[in-house]
């Protein structure tokens, strides 16, 4: 639990107001002893006991077949017999290939292996004289592969309760709408732009917030923290909002805001889970935010009624709150990069020896803000344009996202009109797509324990195609379900059955969403995070504006 506190944000900052006194790592503490392979490279600058890497320059975009690899299960070449009982192996880091990759897949088993033996890891010399940081031993604790089941999980958790209090904050306006109309003498359609436009805000987000979290120097954690506090803070002044462009302008702020969470959280999630164990992991945090915005109208229904159209605002500010405060407790940092980062500089401090470096140092120093740009804005709409098959998953997606979105218009259409349901009852309605969130991830979760996860360990890793599979025999429940719902939503039939076309249709969308998710970083993995955050763009985009065309359609 120390060490979590020690790395969270408020971790952070006891640690900067005390000097780094207080919450200590383990090279500022007296009794650290740097690891011989440390001592031994440190001193190659006499006697050069350590072979030097070729190249100085950043690392090259990975790919699955890398020049490091050829060090696995090697000795460094040593000349002195204090240097041969010094020697350590160097192992393969998962920073060394591309993500989503059969390289990747390769080194997690080998790691497995390793980390159960506990192997030193020795330091690589760079052809320039730097000695590149790693991990020190093949479990060292530092590595958020090597956590605990229960700390990751923890973690997990926590981005899951942060994706789900955005998430939930878009649709929890939706029981308001009938008030805003009659305060500020606005239209239906005009009234629902709040929520519109905080869809589309937490779209365009990703685009900017991705490319960020990526920076060695910044992490995950800077991110979250600053965006995610200032959505809670802005939350206030929009329950507070006194006209209607104010509570444009600010709900679109709150979502802009909250965006983090869907543009960093799966990066989050492989950060800390292997090839094989991250789609588990990815199906809760995608369920989160998938039943996020189904359940935001059951928070505030019964409510909003009672105490007035703002009380929905107000609730946004009491599901966040809490969670801002257990993430600024307790989420540690979990970008690779970041932590090898500075664990370099805490030990160029301990030696006083500028050639102790991390690799993320020196790829950070060649970083061309052009190119980032280049990579996160122009390149996904390149090849969303040249591949006819990312181009499809990105409409098709945004289609299914659009619908589900247009639901928020249209049951206040159905259920109140034929049924005669209050606000509140209608938000329970929205429970349906709970229940099918459930129904998928079961479905799902079954998938991968019984076929998929024992045919990559056998077979390794098909065509991306082949993970579309489960795809293509749900993709018919959307249409099913959309049928079933418009085809007895009718006073004269229960109100039941067109809940079950609803409940088909989310079940079937929820495994949709689950494949496709893997296939796009599976067809580029270079550019994996910007194509999940042009395909969020593009979700969003239309989403927004399904919002406003669904109630007049």
Request: glycine share 6%.
């Amino acid at each position: 639990m120390a060490d979590i506190i020690r790395d969270a944000p408020i971790g952070q900052i006891i640690r900067f107001v005390t000097g780094n006194k207080v919450l200590q790592y383990p090279e500022e503490k007296p009794d650290f002893v740097l690891p011989e392979g440390y001592n031994t490279a440190l001193n190659s600058f006499t006697t050069s006991p350590v072979k030097e890497k070729e190249e100085t320059s950043p690392s090259p975009s990975p790919s699955p077949t890398l020049e490091r690899k050829k060090t696995m299960d090697t000795v460094r070449s040593v000349d002195s017999r204090e240097d041969i009982e010094a020697a350590l192996t160097h192992i393969k880091s998962r920073e060394d290939t591309e993500a989503w990759t059969e390289s990747r897949l390769e080194i997690e088993r080998e790691l497995s292996l390793e980390r159960t033996k506990s192997m030193p890891i020795a330091p690589t010399k760079t052809a320039d004289g730097n000695i590149l940081v790693d991990w020190y031993m093949t479990d060292d604790p530092a590595n958020p592969q090597n956590w605990s089941n229960a700390k990751r999980g923890f973690v997990a958790l926590q981005i899951c309760l942060y994706t789900f209090a955005v998430y939930s904050g878009s649709a929890i306006y939706t029981s308001s709408q009938l008030e805003v109309e009659r305060v500020f003498h606005v239209g239906p359609t005009a009234a629902s732009l709040p929520l519109a436009l905080y869809v589309l805000a937490y779209g365009i987000g990703p685009l900017f917030f991705s490319p960020l979290s990526e920076i060695p120097i910044i992490g995950r954690n800077p991110i979250y923290m600053s965006t995610f506090a200032l959505f809670v803070i802005l939350s206030i002044p929009t329950a507070l909002a006194k006209s209607f462009g104010a509570l444009l302008v600010l709900r679109f702020l709150q979502g802009f805001l909250g965006s983090p969470c869907l543009a960093t959280g799966g990066a989050t999630m492989q950060d800390m889970y292997s090839l094989l164990k991250l789609p588990y992991a990815m199906t809760f945090w995608v369920s989160a935010a998938y039943c996020g915005p189904a359940l935001g109208p059951l928070l505030s229904g019964f409510a909003v009624p009672v105490k007035g159209w703002r009380w929905s605002l107000w609730e946004i500010v009491w599901i966040s709150a809490p969670v801002l405060v257990c993430m600024l407790l307790f989420t540690p940092e979990t970008s690779t990069p970041n932590i090898l980062f500075r664990r370099a500089a805490r030990l160029r401090k301990l030696t006083g020896s500028p050639q102790l470096r991390s690799q993320s140092e020196i790829d950070q120093q060649h970083l061309n803000p052009t190119a980032v740009a280049v990579d996160a804005l122009i390149k996904p709409l390149e090849i969303t344009i040249k591949d006819p098959a990312i181009a499809f998953v990105n409409i098709y997606s945004s289609i299914v996202y659009a619908i589900y979105y247009s639901f928020f218009e249209v049951f206040p259409l159905v259920y109140p009109g034929m049924y005669g349901f209050n606000i509140g009852q209608t938000g329970i309605v929205f429970t349906c797509v709970a229940v099918a969130c459930l129904l998928g991830i079961l479905s799902y979760t079954a998938y991968l324990y019984f076929y998929l996860v024992p045919d990559v360990l056998k077979n390794g890793l098909r065509a991306q195609e082949h993970r579309l599979v489960p795809a293509l025999i749900c993709v018919f429940g959307p249409v099913i379900g959309l049928f079933m719902f418009a085809w007895t939503a009718n006073p004269s039939i229960h109100w039941i059955a067109s809940v079950i076309g609803i409940t088909i249709y989310a079940a079937t969308a929820f495994v949709v969403f689950q494949c496709i998710f893997v296939y796009v970083p599976m067809s580029y993995p270079h550019y994996a995070a910007s194509l999940f955050a042009s395909n969020d763009f593009f979700r969003s985009s239309l989403a927004c504006a399904s919002i406003l065309f669904g109630r007049p359609l």
